[in-house]
C-alpha cells in the first residue's frame, strides 16, 4: 500500500475526492451504457401517448364516416329494392300497390311471387279504367229511360 499522507489544505483534499469521483463517474457511466434517464422515458412516454390519442381521434373520426356510408349504402339497398320489386310486380301485370308484398330474398323469389299473386287475381294486364262506368244522367225525368237504356247496352256486351 501506499504511505499515508497527512491532507493539511482543502485543496489537497478537493484533489483527492475529484479523482476518485471521476474514476466512479467513468465506472457508472461504463455499467449504465445505453440507459436512459427517467426524464428521457417519461418525455418519450408523453410523445407515445400523444401519437396514441391522435391515433384514437382519427380511428374514431373513421369509423363515424364509415357509419355514415354503411347508412347511405343501405339506404340505397332500400331503393334499390323496392325499385326491382316495382319492375317485377308491372311486369307480372299487378297493380303497383301490390310491389310492396312481394316477399323473397332474390329476384327470383319476387318473381315467382309476383306470378302467383296475378295468378291468384287472375290479372292478365292491370289497365286503368279510360272513365266512369256509371251512365252520366242529368235530367231526372230521364233517368228511368236512361238506365233501361244503360242496361240494356251493358247486357248486350
Avoid at 19 to 29: I, P
Avoid at 45 to 65: G, M, R, S, V, Y
Amino acid at each position: 500500500m501506499s504511505e499515508f499522507k497527512i491532507i493539511e489544505t482543502q485543496e489537497q483534499l478537493d484533489a483527492i475526492l475529484g479523482e476518485r469521483l471521476r474514476r466512479e463517474r467513468e465506472t457508472s457511466a461504463k455499467k449504465y451504457e445505453g440507459w436512459s434517464s427517467p426524464e428521457d422515458i417519461q418525455k418519450l412516454t408523453d410523445d407515445f401517448n400523444a401519437k396514441i390519442k391522435a391515433l384514437e381521434d382519427t380511428a374514431a373520426t373513421t369509423q363515424q364516416e364509415l357509419a355514415k356510408k354503411d347508412a347511405e349504402i343501405a339506404k340505397g339497398d332500400e331503393y334499390r329494392t323496392a325499385l326491382d320489386k316495382t319492375r317485377i310486380a308491372l311486369a307480372a301485370g299487378l297493380k303497383i300497390e301490390y310491389a310492396d308484398r312481394l316477399r323473397g330474398e332474390t329476384a327470383e323469389e319476387w318473381k315467382a311471387d309476383a306470378e302467383a299473386l296475378a295468378k291468384d287475381f287472375a290479372v292478365s294486364h292491370y289497365q286503368a279504367p279510360l272513365g266512369s262506368p256509371e251512365p252520366n244522367i242529368t235530367d231526372k225525368a230521364d233517368t228511368k229511360k236512361q238506365f233501361a237504356d244503360w242496361v240494356s247496352e251493358t247486357l248486350k256486351n
